[in-house]
C-alpha cells in the first residue's frame, strides 16, 4: 500500500488548490525555511485523522485554515489523501480515497470525514487504517521533535513506550479481571464464613434445647404430685384467712375517715393563710416595688450594653492582633525577598563572569583554527581555494551568527517588557475585582439595611407574638405533663393491685417487679410482656395461650442494655427468671417449606402470628413467640398434616414437627381472661403515657431555650434600630469610592493591554527577523558542508583537525548562549522581585494606619464602657435601698408561704395514707374474693389433677417450696423447643452443604492466584521480546547509520524489567559507551533516529513519514542515513521532509516546496534517475 496522491485546499499555507503526486520508494520534500515543507506532513496527518490541532502545529482549529490577503476571509479548507492497495509491479490495484474537510460555521468548527466519497465515523477511518498497515501511533510518522523527544525521556517514560509498543495493555485487563474475581470470592468466603458460624452456633443452641425438653418432661410429671398435695393442704388454710381478713378491711375503713377529717382542717388553715398573703402583696405593691421593677430593667439593659460593649473591644483587639500579625508576616516577606535579590545578583556576578571566560576561550579556539588554516602545511592551489572559500564562509557566519545573537537580546528584552507588562495588567486586574466587590458589597449591604428598615417594625411585632405563643404553649405542656404523671400513678397502683391477684401463676413476681419498674420509670426501655403487644379474636385464644405458652410473658426491651439491667435488678430482688427480647438484637425468622405448604393447604387458618395483630417493629418479638406454627381447625386436620411442620389446633392441642402431640382439657380459672385483658389494657396504656412523656420530655426543653432566644432577640433587636442611620451613611460614601475607584483602574487596564499589543507586533517582526537569519545560516552551514567535503577528498587529516576544533568551537558558542538566557531570566526575576518588595512596603504603610484607627477606636469604647458601668453601680445602690424597704413585707409572705408549704405537704401525706389504706382494702377484698372462689376451685382441681398426696409434706409452705422449686427449675430451663430434634439434622445438612461450598470457592481462588502468576509472567515475557527485538535492530541500524558504531539498550534492573528504567548508551566510533544525555548533538540525534528505526521495523508499516530528522547529522552520518531509506524504501514507502543536499542524491523523487509571497506554497516534482545515486 502507498500514498498515491494528496490533494490540499486552503490548508494552512497551501491556500490554492494543490494536488501532489507521490511515487513509490524514497521522496524527499525540500526548500526553504518557512515555505511550508512540513505542512505537508501536517496534512496527511490532519486527514489521517489526528484528533488534535498541537500535532499539526496548530494553537486552535481555525489555524488549519489557510490566511490569505486583507479583506479575503475564508471558512473551510480539506485535504485528501488517495491511497493505493495493489501489487508493487505497477499493475492496477485499489484504490482507497480519503478526504476530510474543515468548516467553520456559527456554532464553531465542524469536521467531516469521507471515504471513497461516503460520509464516515472517525472509528471507521482508524478500522481502515489499520487493515492497511498505518499506525499513526508507533512512530510512522516521526515529527520535528521526536528526535529530541527521546533524548528528553526519563528512563520510566522510555519503558513505558516499549510496552505500549508491545501491547502488554491486554495483560493488564486479564490481571484486573482475575484480581476482581479474586476480591469477589474473597467477599464471598467471608459471608459464607459468617453464615457457618452462625449455623454452628445455632446447632449448639439446638442440642442444648433437646436435653431441656427431656428433663422438662420429668419435672412435669414431680410437679402434678406437688400440686394435687398443695390443693388438699390450701382448702384448709383458706378458710382460716378469711375471718381475718374480713377484720382488718372493717378498721381499714374507719382509719380512712379519721384521716378525711385531718385533711378538712388542714384545707381551712390554708383558705386563711392565702388571703393574708393576698393583703400583704397589696401593701408591698404600695411601698414601692413598681418602681423597683423599672430600675431592675434598666439595670438589665445596661449589663446588656456593658456585654456588647465588651464584645466589640474583644474583637477589636482580636483585630489588632490580627494586623500586627499580618505586618509581621509582610516584613518577614520582604526580607526573604530582598536575600532573594541579593543571591541573584551573586548568582548574575558569577555568571558574567563564566560568560567572560566562555568569550576569551571563543577568542582563544577562533585564533587557533585560524592559525591552522593559515599555517597548513598544504600548499596545493586547490586546498588553499577551498581554504579561502572557507574563511569566507566562516566570516559570514559569524556576521549572520552576531545578527541573531544581537536580534536574540532584542527578543529578550521584549519578552521581559511583556512579562514586566504581564505582572502590571495582573496586579491592576486583581485591584479591579477589589473594586467591584466593593461596589457589590456595598450596594448590597445598602439593599439589606433597606429591606430591613421596611420590616423592623413587623419583625418586632413576629417576635412578640412568637414570645407569647411560646409562653402559651410551655404552661399547656407542663400542665399535661404533670396529668400525665398522676394518670401513670394510677395505672400503677392498680397493674399492682392485678398482679397480686396473679401472683400464683408461673413467673409472676418477677413480671410484677419488672412492671413496677417500667411504671415508676426505674428502667426506661422495658416495653412489657409479649402478651401486652398483641390482640386476637376470642376464638383464638386457646391456639395463641398454647402455641406460645411461657414465650407470652417474655419481656420485649429496646436493646440488650435495658434487657441486662433487667435481669440485675431481678437478681438483686431474688425474684425469680424471665426471657427478655432486645429489639436490638433480635434475628427475623422465615417459615421452612413445610409449613409454608400447610399454610396453604385445605383445613388451615394461616400461621398463628398471621392472626394476630400488633405494631410492626415488635415482628421479631412476635416471631420468637409464635415461630412457624400454623393454625388447623382440628385435630382430624392437624393429623392429616402432623410431622416436619408445628400445628395448633383452636382447641389449643400442640403437634409437634417432631411427632410429639400435646393437648387434652383444661378448665380456665375464672374471671382469668378479664384479668388478662385489664392487664393488657393497663400494659397498653402505660406505654402509651411513656410515649406522650417523653414525646414532652422532648419537646419543651427546646421550647424554653427558644423562649429564653426569642426574649433575648426581642431586647437586641429594639436596640439595633438606632444603629443603621450612621452605616447606611458610611456604605454609601464606600459604594461611591468604589465606583471611582473600578473606573480609573479599568482607563489603566485599557492602556496596558494596547502597549501589550504593540510590543506583541514588535515581538513578532523581530522573531521573523530571526527566522530569516537562521535559513541564511542554514544555507550558509550547507555551502560550508559542500566545501569540508572537498578538503576531505584533498586531505583527511587537516579535514579531521579542523572538524575537532569547529566542534569545541560550536560547543562554547551554545554554552555562551545559556549563560546569556540565564543572565537575562535572573534579571527579569531580580526587576520582580524588586517591585513586589516596593508593594509590600505600601502594604505595610497601609496596614499601620489601620491598626493605629483600630486602637483608637477601642480606647473609646472603653469610655463608653466605664461610663455605663458607672450608670450601673448607681442603679445597683438604689434597688438596694428600695429591697431594705421592703424586706420585712416580703420576709413576712415567706413565713406565711413557708407554712402553707407545710400544711400542703401534710395534706400530700394523709392523702397517701388514705391512698395506701384504700390500696390495702382493695388488696383485701380481691383476695377474700379470691380465696372464696378458690375454695370453690380447689374442689374441682383436686378431681381434675392426677397425682396423689404426697403424705411427707404437711404444710403448704413445704408443698409450694417444692413446688417452686420444680417451677424454678422448669422456668430455668426457658421455652422448650419440641423441634429442635428436627432443625438439629436441618442444620447439619446445611453446614455440610455449606462446607463444600466453601471449599469449592478456596479451590476457586488459588486457580485465580495461578492464573495471575502466569499472565505476570507472560507479560514480562513479551515486554522483554519486545525490549530485545527493538535492541538487536537498533545495534544494527545504529552500526549502519554510524559507520560503526555502538549502541544498545539497557535495564537498569533487569530481574524487575516492568520496574526498570530503561537507557540508552552508544559509542560512536573511537569513543566509548556513553548515555544518550551524555553525547554531543548530532551523536543524540543519530542514536535517538536508531532507536526509532528500530521500533519502525518491530511494528513495520507501509508508509512513513519523516520532517527533518537529519537537522543535527552531519553530512557523513546523513548519507548513511539516506543510504539506509533508499534501501528500507523498496518494501515500504518513505517520505521524508530535508534540508541536505546529500540526502536528496538517494531519493526516488524529489518534491519541492516554495513560497513566492511568504504567504501561499507552491509545489513542483521531479523523479530521480536510479544512476544518479
Known amino acids: 500500500m502507498i500514498i498515491e496522491s494528496l490533494e490540499l485546499d486552503n490548508f494552512k499555507s497551501f491556500g490554492r488548490k494543490t494536488k501532489i503526486v507521490f511515487r513509490r520508494g524514497f521522496t524527499v520534500i525540500t526548500g526553504p525555511n518557512g515555505s511550508g515543507k512540513s505542512n505537508i506532513g501536517d496534512s496527511l496527518l490532519f486527514v489521517l485523522g489526528n484528533r488534535s490541532s498541537k500535532v499539526v502545529r496548530a494553537d486552535r482549529l481555525g489555524d488549519l485554515i489557510h490566511s490569505s490577503e486583507a479583506g479575503s476571509e475564508r471558512r473551510h479548507c480539506s485535504v485528501t489523501v488517495t491511497l493505493l492497495n495493489g501489487p508493487e509491479d505497477g499493475s492496477p490495484g485499489e484504490r482507497v480515497v480519503i478526504r476530510r ?18 460520509h464516515a465515523k472517525l472509528s471507521d477511518l482508524d478500522a481502515l487504517l489499520s487493515s492497511l498497515r498505518i499506525y499513526l501511533d508507533s512512530y510512522s510518522f516521526v515529527l520535528q521533535g521526536d528526535i529530541n523527544n527521546i533524548v528528553k525521556m526519563t528512563g520510566n517514560e522510555r519503558r513505558k513506550l516499549i510496552e505500549s509498543i508491545s501491547g502488554i495493555e491486554a495483560f493488564d485487563t486479564q490481571i484486573q479481571k482475575a484480581q476482581t474475581d479474586m476480591d469477589r470470592i474473597a467477599d464471598n468466603l467471608g459471608k459464607l464464613e459468617i453464615i457457618r458460624q452462625q449455623d454452628e452456633i445455632r446447632k449448639k443452641q439446638l442440642e442444648a434445647e433437646k436435653q431441656k425438653a427431656e428433663e422438662y418432661n420429668s419435672l412435669k410429671e414431680r410437679l402434678t404430685s406437688l400440686k394435687h398435695t398443695l390443693l388438699y393442704i390450701e382448702g384448709e388454710a383458706i378458710k382460716r384467712d378469711l375471718n381475718s381478713h374480713t377484720v382488718q378491711m372493717g378498721a381499714l375503713q374507719q382509719e380512712i375517715l379519721d384521716l378525711e377529717g385531718q385533711v378538712s382542717s388542714l384545707e381551712k388553715v390554708i383558705g386563711q393563710k392565702n388571703s393574708e398573703i393576698a393583703k400583704l402583696k397589696e401593701d408591698l405593691e404600695a411601698s414601692g416595688n413598681s418602681e423597683l421593677l423599672k430600675i431592675r430593667d434598666r439595670i438589665q439593659d445596661l449589663r446588656l450594653k456593658v456585654a456588647t460593649e465588651d464584645m466589640k473591644i474583644s474583637d477589636g483587639r482580636d483585630l489588632v492582633a490580627s494586623l500586627r500579625n499580618e505586618i509581621h508576616e509582610t516584613e518577614d516577606y520582604v526580607k526573604k525577598s530582598r536575600g532573594r535579590s541579593e543571591w541573584i545578583r551573586s548568582n548574575i556576578t558569577q555568571s558574567e563572569e563564566q560568560l567572560k571566560l566562555l568569550r576569551e576561550k571563543i577568542s582563544t579556539v577562533s585564533n587557533e583554527l585560524q592559525k591552522l588554516r593559515n599555517d597548513s602545511e598544504f600548499s596545493s592551489r586547490r586546498l588553499i581555494e577551498k581554504q579561502r572559500e572557507l574563511k569566507d564562509l566562516d566570516l ?66 413576629q417576635l412578640s407574638q412568637k414570645y407569647y405563643d411560646l409562653k402559651s404553649r410551655i404552661g399547656e405542656l407542663r400542665n399535661e405533663k404533670e396529668h400525665l404523671m398522676k394518670e401513670l400513678n394510677r395505672l400503677g397502683k392498680e397493674q399492682a393491685e392485678l398482679q ?20 415508676s ?42 434487657a441486662e439491667e433487667c435481669l440485675n435488678l431481678l437478681k438483686e430482688t431474688k425474684a425469680g427468671k424471665l426471657t427478655f427480647l432486645p429489639l436490638n438484637k433480635l434475628l427475623p425468622g422465615r417459615p421452612r417449606g413445610k409449613a409454608i405448604t400447610v399454610r396453604e393447604s385445605e383445613g388451615s387458618l394461616g400461621y398463628v402470628f398471621e392472626n394476630v395483630k400488633f405494631d410492626e417493629k415488635y415482628l421479631n418479638a412476635v416471631w420468637f413467640a409464635f415461630q412457624d406454627t400454623v393454625i388447623v381447625r382440628d385435630i382430624k386436620t392437624a393429623r392429616k398434616y402432623m410431622g416436619g411442620v408445628r400445628l395448633v389446633t383452636l382447641d389449643g392441642d400442640i403437634f409437634e414437627a417432631s411427632g410429639a402431640i400435646t393437648g387434652g382439657f383444661q378448665e380456665k380459672q375464672k374471671g382469668s381472661e378479664d384479668l388478662d385483658r385489664r392487664m393488657a389494657e393497663i400494659g397498653s396504656g402505660i406505654r402509651e403515657l411513656n410515649d406522650k412523656l417523653e414525646a414532652i420530655n422532648s419537646e419543651l426543653p427546646e421550647l424554653e431555650e427558644e423562649f429564653d432566644r426569642i426574649q433575648e432577640e426581642l431586647r437586641v433587636t429594639s436596640k439595633e434600630e438606632g444603629s443603621k442611620t450612621g452605616e447606611k451613611s458610611a456604605l454609601l460614601r464606600s459604594l461611591e469610592a468604589g465606583k471611582q475607584e473600578l473606573q480609573r483602574v479599568s482607563s489603566e487596564i485599557s492602556a496596558i493591554m494596547d502597549r501589550i499589543g504593540s510590543v506583541e507586533q514588535e515581538k513578532q517582526k523581530v522573531q521573523a527577523h530571526i527566522d530569516s537569519l537562521r535559513s541564511e545560516t542554514q544555507r550558509l552551514e550547507m555551502e560550508k558542508e559542500k566545501v569540508y567535503s572537498q578538503i576531505k577528498d584533498i586531505s583527511p587529516s587537516y579535514y579531521s583537525r579542523e572538524q575537532d576544533m569547529e566542534a569545541e568551537l560550536e560547543n562554547f558558542r551554545n554554552k555562551e548562549k545559556e549563560f546569556s538566557g540565564e543572565i537575562s531570566k535572573l534579571s527579569a526575576e531580580d526587576q520582580f522581585i524588586l517591585e513586589k518588595v516596593s508593594e509590600m512596603e505600601r502594604k505595610i504603610s497601609d496596614l499601620n494606619r489601620t491598626l493605629e484607627s483600630k486602637a483608637s477606636e477601642i480606647r473609646e469604647r472603653e469610655i463608653s464602657k466605664s461610663e455605663l458601668e458607672s450608670e450601673l453601680r448607681k442603679l445597683r445602690e438604689m434597688e438596694e435601698e428600695i429591697d431594705r424597704k421592703t424586706g420585712e ?29 384504700r390500696e390495702m382494702i382493695i388488696t383485701l377484698q ?71 461450598e466453601i471449599e469449592n470457592l478456596a479451590s476457586e481462588r488459588n486457580a485465580l492466584i495461578k492464573l495471575l502468576q502466569e499472565l505476570n509472567d507472560k507479560k514480562v515475557s513479551v515486554f522483554m521480546d519486545t525490549f530485545n527485538g527493538i535492541n538487536n535492530k537498533m545495534r544494527s541500524i545504529y552500526h549502519e547509520l554510524s559507520g560503526g558504531g555502538e549502541a544498545f539498550l539497557e535495564l537498569s534492573d533487569p530481574s524487575k524489567p516492568l520496574e526498570s528504567e530503561v537507557y540508552i548508551k ?108
Request: hydrophobic share 40%; charged share 25%; glycine share 6%.
Open 1066 to 1173: 552508544a559509542k560512536p566510533k573511537g569513543t566509548r559507551f556513553t548515555k544518550i544525555e551524555a553525547l554531543s548533538g548530532g551523536e543524540k540525534s543519530l542514536t535517538a533516529l536508531s532507536f526509532i528505526l528500530a521500533v519502525q521495523r518491530t511494528n513495520p508499516s507501509s508508509v512513513y513519514f519523516l520532517d527533518e530528522v537529519d537537522m543535527f547529522l552531519d553530512a557523513a552520518n546523513a548519507e548513511r542515513m539516506a543510504r539506509m531509506f533508499r534501501a528500507n524504501a523498496e518494501t515500504s514507502q518513505i517520505i521524508m521532509v530535508s534540508l541536505k543536499q546529500i540526502v536528496t542524491r538517494y531519493a526516488n523523487s524529489l518534491i519541492g516546496v516554495t513560497s513566492q509571497d511568504g504567504i501561499t506554497s507552491e509545489v513542483f516534482e521531479r523523479a530521480v534517475e536510479e544512476e544518479a545515486v
Open 500 to 519: 397480686g391477684a396473679l401472683s400464683s401463676r408461673p413467673g409472676s413476681r418477677a413480671l410484677s417487679v419488672i412492671a413496677s419498674a417500667r411504671s
Open 396 to 461: 559570514k557566519i559569524s556576521e549572520v551568527k552576531a545578527e541573531i545573537d544581537r536580534s536574540g537580546e532584542d527578543l529578550n528584552g521584549i519578552i521581559q517588557r511583556l512579562g514586566e507588562l504581564s505582572v502590571a495588567l495582573g496586579k491592576l486586574e486583581e485591584k479591579k475585582k477589589q473594586a467591584e466587590f466593593q461596589v457589590r458589597d456595598a450596594q448590597w449591604r445598602l439593599n439589606e439595611i433597606q429591606e430591613t428598615d421596611r420590616s423592623g417594625s413587623r419583625n418586632i411585632q
Open 926 to 996: 380481691a383476695k377474700i374474693q379470691m380465696f372464696s372462689q378458690r375454695m370453690e376451685e380447689i374442689a374441682e382441681e383436686m378431681s381434675a389433677v392426677c397425682g396423689t398426696v404426697i403424705s411427707e409434706i404437711r404444710s403448704s409452705h413445704e408443698a409450694k417450696r417444692q413446688i417452686s422449686g420444680v417451677q424454678a427449675s422448669i422456668e430455668a430451663l426457658g421455652p422448650v423447643n419440641q423441634l429442635a430434634i428436627q432443625e438439629y439434622e436441618e442444620v447439619s445438612r446445611d453446614l455440610s452443604s455449606l462446607n463444600e
Open 521 to 562: 420509670a426505674r428502667i426506661r426501655g422495658i416495653i412489657g410482656p409479649v402478651k401486652e403487644l398483641i390482640t386476637f379474636d376470642a376464638s383464638f385464644r386457646s391456639a395463641v395461650e398454647a402455641a406460645a405458652g411461657s414465650r407470652l410473658n417474655a419481656v420485649v426491651v429496646q436493646d440488650d442494655g435495658v
Open 889 to 917: 413585707i416580703s420576709r413576712r409572705i415567706g413565713e406565711i408561704d413557708a407554712s402553707i408549704r407545710s400544711h400542703e405537704d401534710q395534706i400530700a401525706n394523709l392523702r397517701a395514707l388514705q391512698t395506701t389504706k
Open 101 to 118: 474537510e474543515l468548516v467553520r460555521d456559527q456554532d464553531g468548527y465542524k469536521s467531516n470525514y469521507y471515504i471513497n466519497g461516503v
